[in-house]
Every structure is written in C-alpha cells, then in structure tokens.
C-alpha cells in the first residue's frame, strides 16, 4: 500500500493533511488513518481523494469540511471527493496510527483471523489498552462508532473500544 | 441501459435498506439494553451510508438537478420499491432481529454478485458494503442462536417471529422487469438464483437456534411493485416529515 500512496500523494502536501484528524479519534491524523487516497495539485487546485472506513461514517463530512479549511489557511483553494474504490481496510492504519490509537485507550485491530476469534467470544486476545492484561471480554459488537467494539477488561475491570479488523 | 433504467434498478436495492434503515433507526434510544441500542442503531447507519452512495449515484444518472434527498424522501408510497419484509414493523426484539436475520442473510448474497457488476459505482458500492454487512449478518445470526436457543419464553417468541415473517422471505428472489434489463446489460443480479443458497444459509441457522422451519407454502408480495402493507405509510410519514414541512433543508 505504501507504495501505492506515495505515487498518489504530493509529498508537499503531507504535512498540511497531517495536521487534519479524524473528528471521532483527536489523536489519529487522517494520513495515518489512511483515508486520504489522493493528494495532488492541479492547475493550482488541490485535489484530494478520501474514502470512507464504513459507508455511514459521519466524520466524513467533517473531514472534507477540514481538508477544505486547512488549505485556504495556507491560501490554495482544495477540492474534495469521496471514492469507495478501493473499500477502505484497516490495514491501512500506518504503525504510528496504531500507537496513537493504543495510547489513546482504543485496542487497535488485531488480523483478520483473529479479529474473527475475539469477536466470536472464542479467544481472549484482545490486550487491554490500559493495563495490558489479555483478559478481556467483549460487551458488545457494536461500539460507541461503527467501527469499533466494546470490550472490558477483567483484570483492571475498565471498559475500552476495540477497533474492529475490516478487510 | 438507459440511465432511467438503471435508477429503477437502483430503488430496487437501495430503498430495502433505506426502509430497514428507517424502523432500525426508530429504535434509537428505545433499545432493550444500551448495547443492543448502539448495534441496532450501528446497522441503521451502515444501511444509511450504503443509500447514500445508491442515490448519489441515481441523482446524478437522473440529470435533472435532482438530489439524494429528493429520491429518499420525496417519492410517493407506490414509487417505493422496497419488499415487504424491510417494512414490517418493529413488534419486540426478537422480532425486530428475525427480520433483521431474514434480509441481512439475502443482503451479503446480493451484494456479492453485485460486486460483479459491470457497473464500476455499482461494484465498488457493493464491495464496500460486503464488509459491513458480513459483520450485520453475523450479529443477527448469533441473537438468532441465542434467542432461538435461550429461554422458553425467547424461543417462543423468535418462533413466533419466524413463522409470522417466513411468508415475506419468497418476494426477494422474485425478478422484476427492472431486474431482467439489469440482468441482460450485465450490471444486474439475477436475484432468482440466490433462493437456494438463502435457504440452505438461513435453515442452518434456525436448526442451530432449535427453530422450526415454517412449512407454508404461501408467500406475500407487492412490495416490488409498489404496492405495500399498511404499515408503510405510517413509516413515511416519519421519514419524511423535515423535508415535506422544510423543502430543500440539509442535514
């Protein structure tokens, strides 16, 4: 994926896309995200791709709203578009995306298999992102967003989101 | 295929979401715990997200300055080509997941042929959801099990559920003439074919619930047609009340 990325990226305008995050997550920045798809500049005009991690996501909006922002302060005008093609994955969270994601208490996504397993209740692998015990539990499939699950931890008992593998 | 009749094809789908979206939505708030609340509420938006780029899409095949929310909420009853299941109204949990169970079941099978499409939009809408649907039918599968295998008084009213919904299950492999241009010009599923896999898919999970298997043989439709239950109307009352009283108004 990454390199992918860099022949569609300007790296010129990372910087500016770095400082955008996702609305639901503070502490993640959209490039480590990885819905930013596309970032060139054309005829003056900065055109920039985004995809959404789950159909519904209403930070979507937000995010374009922000690209938009961030590049009328350094004076270029921004276009934004929404593509579907290629579904996002979170295999595209960059290692740095999921530190942040760690250190913000929100397990980050294990494999596919063993995505599937922690969901199921069938293994306790899922590592609590605030006292690091792997016993935990999952309370529910669904989570405070679309993209993760609740879980809790039977050690130091607090609750925390588990994003979820989407491949 | 003319634009118009790939936005017919294009209702034909996405208005089954939209529905189920909207009776999944009215549960916001009044979930049975706050967890079921969230995951109901999840689905309604995932379903919500789907319709969005299904009517983006349409809008803008239409040409006529047209927009998602014009095709959503500004169609009369008739012009509604949801199937009669998504629209059946939210009677108790067990309910609310049989039917749940029933479409997601058809909506995975669906959309994995769709991604066959070769419609580009069409395809990239079904690959995305595929993702978020596996994960809904996962869920309702699993209330279904433990409902179906639970208590006596649960098991009594999943059957209930079952039997009272099994008669809405046949309408959604029935081909309409939208269907059949659709099929012919390749963009289209031939949902007829997907009957076979449905019910093996769905009497492994009713067998795993210890669920009876209806045996009836009769089958409601109309809702393909535009012709609905009566509960529909009430349904679009509630979904389209903010744009009939606030024309042209955005979220």
Known sequence: ?167 | MKNENIIQYIYGIADNALILGQRLSELCGHGPNLETDIALTNISLDLFGQIRSYFQYAAKLSGDKKTEDDLAFLRIEREYKNVLLVEQPNRHFGYVLTRQFFYDVFHLLLLQELQKSTDETLTAIAKKGIKEVSYHQRFSSDWIKRLGDGTEESHHKVQEAVDDLWKFTDELFHMTEDDRVAVESGIGVDVSKLKERYYKRVGEVLEEATLTIPETKWFQKGGKQGIHSEHMGYLLADLQYMQRTYPNMEW
């Open chain 1, 1 to 167: 994926m990454t390199i992918e990325l860099e022949q569609h990226i300007n790296p010129k305008l990372i910087s500016i896309l770095e400082k955008i995050s996702d609305p639901e997550i503070p502490v993640l920045s959209i490039m480590d995200m990885g819905v930013v798809r596309y970032a060139q500049i054309v005829d003056d005009v900065a055109q920039i791709k985004i995809t959404p991690t789950y159909s519904g996501c209403p930070a979507m909006d937000v995010i374009g709203d922000d690209i938009i922002a961030a590049f009328k302060d350094k004076d270029i005008k921004a276009e934004v578009d929404l593509i579907l093609s290629p579904a996002w994955t979170t295999d595209w969270i960059t290692p740095r995306g999921r530190k942040a994601l760690e250190e913000y208490g929100i397990a980050a996504p294990l494999d596919e298999e063993a995505d599937k397993e922690a969901l199921l209740g069938n293994k306790k692998i899922v590592k609590c992102p605030q006292c690091g015990s792997i016993h935990t539990k999952m309370v529910s499939q669904f989570g405070s967003t679309a993209c993760k699950a609740l879980f809790q931890c039977e050690d130091c008992l607090e609750p925390f989101d588990y994003f979820k593998c989407l491949k």
